[in-house]
């Protein structure tokens, strides 16, 4: 399977723990994208990093987020401290440079007990 | 601000019918629109896209419209089918990284 990955698919934690969440993109792609998608509502942008430059970070993503792109392969979302109000599935997404089709991972949805 | 947003939540059809799902967008200087499949416990899948320099692109059994007027999109799913129940979304793009997505309408096939 040549698409995005995520790792894990489902992760259930309690209230003020560390969680952190893997993407793989598709190979050839240098951009890479985290959304979340609560339910019943369309995904909602978190950061953008192209390469290993992370270039582009949402209100939405409070200090106890940190996403990072090393290589600029895979990257990692890292939420500290959660909060019930994380709970939600979260989306990785990557594409080329130059175009603007975003392809999706499976996601991972977290419950914060 | 900038917004998408669909006309129902819910669309029901009769197998073998034309789905059509309706997205309003207000961002007049998006020029990139994308429709998005997304069934449950998946990750949103991408149907088809179409330019603001289009006013229709066709794929396999699916048609985009873009009336930008209206500031209008809208799918046409031919002979729908039993796997084409799903949650579809709308997405805008005003060029480079940022794609803001609509709430979604979920598509019921009945058989």
């Known amino acids: 399977d040549t698409g995005v990955s995520q790792d894990p698919r489902h992760k259930i934690t309690k209230r003020g723990q560390n969680v952190t969440f893997r993407c793989d993109p598709i190979?050839?792609?240098?951009?890479l994208y985290w959304y979340r998608q609560t339910l019943g509502q369309g995904p909602e942008f978190l950061t953008y990093f192209q390469n290993e430059a992370q270039l582009e970070k949402s209100r939405l993503l409070s200090d106890r987020f940190s996403a990072e792109r090393p290589k600029g392969s895979f990257s990692t979302l890292e939420i500290q401290r959660t909060e019930q109000g994380d709970s939600a599935m979260y989306l990785c997404a990557s594409s080329q440079a130059g175009e603007e089709t975003q392809y999706f991972g499976p996601g991972t949805r977290l419950l914060v007990l | 601000g900038e917004s998408v947003g669909l006309h129902l939540p819910t669309l029901s059809v009769q197998e073998g019918d034309n789905s059509i799902i309706n997205c309003a967008y207000s961002?007049?200087?998006?020029?990139?629109f994308i429709w998005y499949k997304q069934e449950s416990g998946k990750g949103p899948q991408f149907i088809i896209d179409?330019?603001?320099?289009?006013d229709k692109r066709q794929g396999q059994r699916v048609t985009v419209l873009l009336n930008k007027t209206v500031k209008h999109l809208s799918l046409q799913i031919a002979a729908t089918q039993p796997g084409d129940s799903a949650v579809y979304f709308c997405?805008?793009?005003?060029?480079?990284?940022?794609?803001?997505f609509g709430a979604g309408t979920r598509l019921f096939v009945k058989a």
């Open positions: 190979s050839e792609h240098n951009r």
């Open positions: 179409i330019r603001s320099n289009m």
């Open positions: 961002n007049s200087a998006s020029d990139y």
């Open positions: 997405a805008e793009n005003t060029g480079g990284f940022k794609t803001i």
